[in-house]
Structure formats: structure tokens, C-alpha cells
């Protein structure tokens, strides 16, 4: 089965109102906030994915402010415990450590009766620093029409930035291979339906003008990766990791 590229989002304006009610009642808390992953993917990127939970992110030290924005202005709670898909595969580690110790996560209470097909079930309220994103730097982001301007997405740079610098920098201090094989998702999703040109590597050796143009664009430290990546030539996430700590070295 062949692709399908898209030129507007397969998810209606009314499904990203719906959506986005989270990320709007911060938002009117005063608090600014990015939308990653799915939603931000589909709204922004025309990626045909399904749209599973709502991750935003927000200034650090707003974590709180933010959930509490949520539950107050919408049929949101806490959640106590992590859900199953954001924990450690079991034959990896046996304590399962939840991939996201540092963010909120909240689920919708609403009676089943009155939900409405777009809502998402979940909300997660991440600090910016675990992703190493910085909300307040427009320069990394991008408004919606219809939305209002506190409400961002990440640029298709910043977006692959972020995804790399957390593959090959873990924030938990250790390699979490369920949250690695989402982000490298994430990852190969970009690299399908946004850079579309083909091939991607010339005959001469060369990438792709386009390809080219956004890996010059990437922090360097993060340029080894996604070359590998568009080659095919990695030769595994050890020597990808040594080869960014040596640039980061050089660069002081």
C-alpha cells in the first residue's frame, strides 16, 4: 500500500477545538504552551496519525499552575499512577519506571454519555526542560489560526532538535527504550510527510537539497544523528551518543 501525503490536516478544525480545550485553559491561565506529539504532528505537519494523548508542555516551575487550570476549567483529575504505555517493557527493567516522573498526567471524567468522540482521554503536562524545549523562545514555535496566540507548535527544526537531544541525552539520567521508540516514531513520521523529496541521497553522495537544508538547521551536536538517520548508516544509539557528547566537547 502506497502513502498518502496530505496538504491539511486529516483531523478537522472542530476535532483541534475539541482537542485543544486543555491547552486553551492554560493558556487563559496566563501560562504559555506548546503542543507536541500527535497533535501537533497531525494540526500543524498534515501527518495522518491517530491522536492518542495530549502532551503539552509548559515552563518548568508552571507544572502545577497548569494541571490546576485544567481540572478547573474542565472535567479533568489526576491520575495516580502511570498507564501501562509509559512504562518500562518489563523484560528491560522489572520495575517498569514510568518514562515521565516529572510531568502531570490527568484523565477526562466526563460521564461516557456526554464525551464527546474528540476529547482526549488524557493530558500530559510536561516541564519544558525535560524535553529541552523552550516555550517562551517563539523563535522555536508556531501559532494555529483559530487559536489563541499563547497556544504554540513546534517548528519542524525545533521538533526534530528536541526528538534527538532526548534520544541521546536522557533526561532520566538512563536510556528508556518504550519512550525512545516513540520519539524515534515521532522521528520517522517528520522524515516521511514533511521532507517528501526523493532520493534522499543523491547520486552524487549528496543529500537531498531539502534534507540538506534542515540538517544544516539542526543544533550541531545534533546533525551526526539525523544524517545517520536519513543514510541509513547509524551504527547504533552507543556510538550515536559518543559522537554527540565529542561535538559538545569541541564546542565547550
Not at 58 to 70: F, G, H, T
Amino acid at each position: 500500500m502506497g502513502l498518502h501525503f496530505y496538504d491539511s490536516s486529516t483531523d478537522s478544525f472542530e476535532t483541534q477545538k475539541v482537542r485543544l480545550q486543555p491547552a486553551s485553559a492554560i493558556s487563559q491561565a496566563g501560562i504559555p504552551c506548546v503542543v507536541w506529539a500527535e497533535d501537533a504532528l497531525s494540526f500543524v505537519y498534515f501527518v495522518p496519525t491517530s491522536l492518542f494523548t495530549l502532551q503539552l508542555f509548559v515552563p518548568d516551575e508552571s507544572v502545577e499552575a497548569a494541571a490546576q487550570a485544567v481540572t478547573t476549567l474542565l472535567p479533568y483529575q489526576r491520575m495516580s499512577t502511570p498507564m501501562p504505555h509509559l512504562t518500562e517493557y518489563s523484560f528491560i527493567d522489572s520495575d517498569k519506571p514510568n518514562c515521565f516522573p516529572n510531568s502531570i498526567l490527568l484523565e477526562l471524567c466526563t460521564p461516557k454519555d456526554r464525551k464527546s468522540d474528540d476529547d482526549s482521554e488524557t493530558v500530559l503536562i510536561h516541564p519544558q526542560s525535560y524535553f529541552s524545549f523552550a516555550v517562551s523562545n517563539h523563535d522555536l514555535s508556531v501559532s494555529l489560526d483559530g487559536f489563541p496566540s499563547s497556544i504554540h507548535f513546534p517548528t519542524r527544526t525545533a521538533f526534530l532538535d528536541s526528538i534527538i537531544t532526548t534520544i541521546l541525552d536522557p533526561p532520566l539520567g538512563f536510556r528508556h527504550q518504550k519512550l525512545e521508540h516513540s520519539l524515534m516514531c515521532y522521528l520517522g513520521y517528520f522524515i516521511t510527510y514533511t521532507l517528501r523529496n526523493q532520493p534522499r541521497v543523491q547520486p552524487s553522495g549528496d543529500l537531498e537539497a531539502e534534507h540538506a537544508s534542515v540538517l544544516a538547521n539542526l543544533k550541531e551536536e545534533n546533525r551526526t544523528f539525523f544524517e545517520n538517520f536519513i543514510r541509513n548508516t547509524s551504527k547504533g544509539w552507543s556510538t550515536e551518543v559518543q559522537a554527540r557528547r565529542e561535538i559538545l566537547e569541541r564546542l565547550g
